[in-house]
């Protein structure tokens, strides 16, 4: 267990931070650590498998690779998983799922090649000790991943459980939340804080269009250097080469290493106060109410939040029209039939949001000189509707959405210009 070959997947676009943020939990660095499309691999141990689960923002599943060899055909794939010593990882009394992934496989029916893993699975427990796991869909005790590329199938045994966006802190949110890993993936990209830097002073950090309070509760635990998984638990948990004594001292590792902060240094409002109310009971449960202030008003009248320019980060409203008065063209019925809750999350006068975007930048350029500003949109024309010149984009994705996030360095009245502006 001190050898293993762990995967890491990510969101795409977060590559190149996750690789950071995993050198920088364990150590990792040459031909131990390399970078793929989707995740990062890196040879490590048990103990850093572990750490990892708790540690990393930006990664949605720590793996263990367990096989890794060609195929052509399903029995191929049987006899990879055939393979394998589940036994060590697992007893018959437990249960499992098989979840498996492909890109450009030949094979026909991926239905049938999932049947396979777990056909072998089940045979190679029967035939070493007579019994059988059950397999669980819905809460197994082991999960089983496998993926098939066009020539090669891999098989990993996931230490994860639930994937690692789910934090534990949110119950409160609205229809459309941002996932916290891609709130810490901007936050890496922005490079607010050092995010790996313990000893980093950030800059205070404001949200104007926070929702549910994703990006702020991200920006707050960072600086409170709080461990994002210490309020969930994990499949590892369940597995045979699991020691409670060993997580617990990583655990109080951890917890030792918190810094609560005495005043805000992390803001967000937005334009329903549902919001900001599920907000504020996100923060509380998260650990973070005193290191954080949410309040409700609109993007466009809301003045600093602190006297210290600092950095605007956002995720605004989009894949939906937004139209007057902050609601959403999709709520407006429930909204003219009296109700108060308003999904949208900011004011506009055009429903295509054009207006709300230009009249946005002015009111930073009159009030917010010496901030930067982080925009994360789909829209590759964001810039030309905001009248501002980017200074920076980094490429991001959010789920199937291909986005990039945009830099703009505030300076009263203008915009500092750049020249030959490319993907980063």
Same mark, same amino acid.
Not at 38 to 47: D, F, I, P, T
Not at 122 to 140: C, E, H, I, L, Y
Not at 142 to 169: C, M, N
Not at 384 to 411: H, Q, S
């Given at each position: 267990m001190n050898d293993l070959q762990l995967f890491l997947p990510c969101a795409a676009g977060v590559e190149d931070f996750l690789a950071t943020e995993v050198q920088a939990i364990t150590g990792a660095s040459g031909e131990a650590l390399r970078k793929g499309r989707? #995740?990062?691999?890196?040879? &490590?141990?048990?103990?850093d498998a572990l750490k990892l689960n708790l540690h990393s923002r930006l990664s949605q599943r720590v793996l263990v690779q367990l096989a890794h060899r060609p195929y052509r055909d399903e029995q191929d794939i049987y006899e990879a998983a055939s393979g394998v010593a589940w036994e060590l990882w697992f007893t018959a009394k437990q249960s499992?799922?098989?979840?498996?992934?492909?890109?450009?496989?030949?094979?026909? $029916? !991926?239905?049938?090649?999932?049947? @396979?893993?777990?056909?072998?699975? &089940?045979?190679?427990? *029967?035939?070493?000790? #007579?019994?059988?796991?059950?397999?669980?869909?819905?809460?197994?005790?082991?999960?089983?991943?496998?993926? !098939?590329?066009?020539?090669?199938?891999? %098989?990993?045994?996931?230490?994860?459980?639930?994937?690692?966006?789910? @934090? +534990?802190?949110?119950?409160?949110? +609205?229809?459309?939340? !941002?996932?916290?890993?891609?709130?810490?993936?901007? !936050? &890496? &990209?922005?490079g607010w804080g050092g995010v790996w830097n313990p000893g980093a002073t950030p800059l205070p950090l404001y949200d104007p269009c926070c929702g549910s309070g994703t990006i702020a509760i991200e920006a707050a635990q960072i600086a409170c250097r709080m461990a994002p998984g210490r309020q969930r638990r994990f499949g590892f948990e369940r597995l045979l080469p699991f020691q409670a004594a060993a997580w617990q001292r990583i655990k109080a590792e951890a917890e030792a290493a918190i810094r609560p902060l005495a005043e805000p240094? /992390?803001? +967000? $409002?937005?334009?329903?106060?549902?919001?900001?109310?599920?907000?504020? @009971?996100?923060?509380?449960?998260?650990? /973070?109410?005193?290191?954080?202030?949410?309040? +409700? #008003?609109?993007? %466009?009248? *809301?003045?600093?939040?602190?006297?210290?320019?600092?950095?605007? %980060?956002?995720?605004?409203?989009?894949?939906? *029209?937004?139209?007057?008065?902050g609601i959403a063209r999709g709520d407006r019925t429930r909204a003219d039939a009296g109700g108060a809750q308003r999904a949208a999350r900011e004011t506009a006068q055009t429903e295509d949001g054009g207006e709300f975007f230009s009249r946005l930048a002015s009111h930073w350029k009159k009030n917010y000189a010496g901030w930067t500003a982080w925009v994360l949109t789909p829209d590759l024309k964001?810039? #030309?509707?905001?009248?501002?010149?980017?200074? *920076?984009?980094?490429?991001?994705?959010?789920?199937?959405?291909?986005? @990039?996030?945009?830099?703009?360095?505030?300076?009263?009245g203008k915009m500092e210009t750049a020249q030959n502006v490319t993907d980063h």
């Open positions: 989707g #995740g990062v691999a890196v040879r &490590a141990s048990w103990h499992f799922k098989i979840e498996l992934t492909a890109q450009h496989s030949p094979l026909k $029916s !991926l239905n049938f090649a999932t049947l @396979r893993v777990k056909d072998a699975v &089940a045979d190679r427990f *029967r035939d070493k000790s #007579g019994a059988r796991p059950d397999v669980d869909t819905q809460w197994p005790d082991a999960r089983i991943h496998a993926h !098939l590329t066009r020539e090669q199938v891999t %098989l990993y045994i996931d230490t994860s459980g639930e994937p690692l966006f789910k @934090r +534990g802190w949110r119950e409160d949110k +609205g229809e459309a939340p !941002l996932k916290e890993t891609l709130a810490a993936a901007m !936050l &890496a &990209a922005s240094l /992390v803001f +967000g $409002s937005d334009v329903a106060h549902r919001m900001v109310d599920f907000a504020q @009971r996100n923060a509380e449960r998260a650990g /973070v109410a005193s290191a954080v202030e949410f309040r +409700g #008003g609109d993007a %466009l009248q *809301r003045m600093p939040p602190s006297d210290k320019p600092g950095v605007l %980060l956002l995720n605004p409203p989009y894949n939906e *029209r937004i139209a007057v008065a964001l810039p #030309g509707r905001m009248r501002l010149k980017e200074t *920076r984009r980094v490429p991001l994705w959010n789920g199937p959405i291909e986005c @990039r996030m945009f830099r703009f360095d505030l300076v009263a």
